[in-house]
Antibody, heavy 116, light 110 residues
Framework: QVQLQESGPGLVKPSETLSLTCTVS????????WTWIRQPAGKGLEWIGR???????NYSPSLKSRVTMSVDTSKNQFSLKLSSVTAADTALYYC??????????WGQGTLVTVSS | QSALTQPASVSGSPGQSITISCTGT?????????VCWYQQHPGKAPKLVIY???NRPSGVSNRFSGAKSGNTASLTISGLQAEDEAEYYC??????????FGTGTKVTVL
């Protein structure tokens, strides 16, 4: 089955931009939606947004002003940028594949800490 | 958009059945049959156990079942086993073309 792996800096300074990439393997990234989800330590899941392989995006209203997603089908990757981060953005960030009405394959997650 | 409402905790003895509720609104659960359930063990990524209200992905035990009525969905685990002890989250597609998760339910096997 398809596998996903998040990568990116584990530490980001306040007010800077968080950048993460998700690499899809054992399958094609084409003709599907791909999603970012985050989970602060000890808390619940929060949907950040999704991108289709054509580049169409949908973002969470609460994060929309700071989120940008992109996709590189030649590399089987999609990416997340979150600008003007604060300590509240410290979380485990997951990438996942959309399947029917949910998400069937998830990466292992990558911890991003916002701190100076 | 507000998170879907789940009970904080549910417990049961081995072999028993438990049901977790997930309450939303007419803009999410009530509007679409796109309710899913995830199981998350500590330190692990969530695992899809039910999709589109009542469908089980390949490999998921038939002890897991889902249903929906109005703005409330439910997950039932029958024949409770020690390995079922985990956090469970529901999710729903919404009329805003977004997704929303539930608050999470800790299942304890007594």
């Amino acid at each position: 089955q398809v596998q996903l792996q998040e990568s990116g800096p584990g530490l980001v300074k306040p007010s800077e931009t968080l950048s993460l990439t998700c690499t899809v393997s054992a399958g094609s990234i084409n003709t599907n939606y791909w999603t970012w989800i985050r989970q602060p330590a000890g808390k619940g899941l929060e949907w950040i947004g999704r991108i289709y392989t054509s580049g169409i995006t949908n973002y969470s209203p609460s994060l929309k002003s700071r989120v940008t997603m992109s996709v590189d089908t030649s590399k089987n990757q999609f990416s997340l940028k979150l600008s003007s981060v604060t300590a509240a953005d410290t979380a485990l960030y997951y990438c996942a594949r959309n399947y029917q009405g949910g998400f069937d394959n998830w990466g292992q997650g990558t911890l991003v800490t916002v701190s100076s | 958009q507000s998170a879907l409402t789940q009970p904080a905790s549910v417990s049961g003895s081995p072999g028993q059945s438990i049901t977790i509720s997930c309450t939303g609104t007419s803009s999410d659960i009530g509007a679409y049959n796109y309710v899913c359930w995830y199981q998350q063990h500590p330190g692990k990524a969530p695992k899809l156990v039910i999709y589109d209200v009542s469908n089980r992905p390949s490999g998921v035990s038939n002890r897991f079942s889902g249903a929906k009525s109005g703005n409330t969905a439910s997950l039932t685990i029958s024949g409770l086993q020690a390995e079922d002890e985990a956090e469970y989250y529901c999710s729903s597609y919404t009329s805003s073309i977004t997704y929303v998760f539930g608050t999470g339910t800790k299942v304890t096997v007594l």
